[in-house]
């Protein structure tokens, strides 16, 4: 039987470094996330939605699902972007997420952030039609 031979000059290839840092993706979703939420009505919406942009941004996280640079996309976004989009654009980004996540991930784990993701987001919508249709009576 042969064994693989390597010679003890043989270089081995540094690992790669992760391009996707945790530490910088949570602190740019606070800081956007946070910045941005400071002009919105009322207390509880915003609070809301930013609960939907930091389970969203950690189920993205999660699931691996990552910005590639080699695809230009709508869909190819970072974790954070995917929170920030969630909190701010609310309408277009929690259908969008919801439809392409199976597509869009990368690891198959836990989808304990997904389902609140889905609950939270439930909740939203039904604050946000309760409010235009209560509005307009």
Do not use: C
């Given at each position: 039987?042969?064994?693989?031979?390597?010679?003890?000059?043989?270089?081995?290839?540094?690992?790669?470094?992760?391009?996707?840092?945790?530490?910088?993706?949570?602190?740019?979703?606070?800081?956007?996330?946070?910045l941005l939420a400071l002009p919105l009505g009322?207390?509880?919406?915003?609070?809301?939605?930013?609960?939907?942009?930091?389970?969203?941004?950690?189920d993205a996280w999660c699931s691996g699902i990552y910005k590639h640079t080699d695809r230009?996309?709508?869909?190819?976004?970072?974790?954070?972007?995917?929170?920030?989009?969630?909190?701010?654009?609310?309408?277009?980004?929690?259908?969008?997420?919801?439809?392409?996540?199976?597509?869009?991930?990368?690891?198959?784990?836990?989808?304990?952030?997904?389902?609140?993701?889905?609950?939270?987001?439930?909740?939203?919508?039904?604050?946000?039609?309760?409010?235009?249709?209560?509005?307009?009576?």
């Open positions: 039987m042969e064994q693989p031979s390597t010679s003890p000059g043989a270089v081995v290839p540094a690992p790669q470094a992760n391009p996707h840092v945790l530490r910088r993706q949570v602190v740019g979703l606070v800081f956007w996330v946070g009322s207390l509880i919406q915003a609070a809301l939605l930013i609960a939907l942009g930091g389970v969203t941004f950690a230009n996309s709508f869909l190819n976004m970072s974790p954070m972007a995917w929170g920030i989009s969630m909190a701010f654009l609310f309408i277009v980004a929690y259908p969008v997420y919801l439809l392409n996540r199976k597509k869009l991930r990368t690891i198959q784990g836990t989808d304990v952030f997904y389902w609140a993701t889905v609950v939270l987001g439930a909740g939203l919508s039904a604050l946000f039609f309760l409010s235009i249709f209560g509005k307009l009576r």
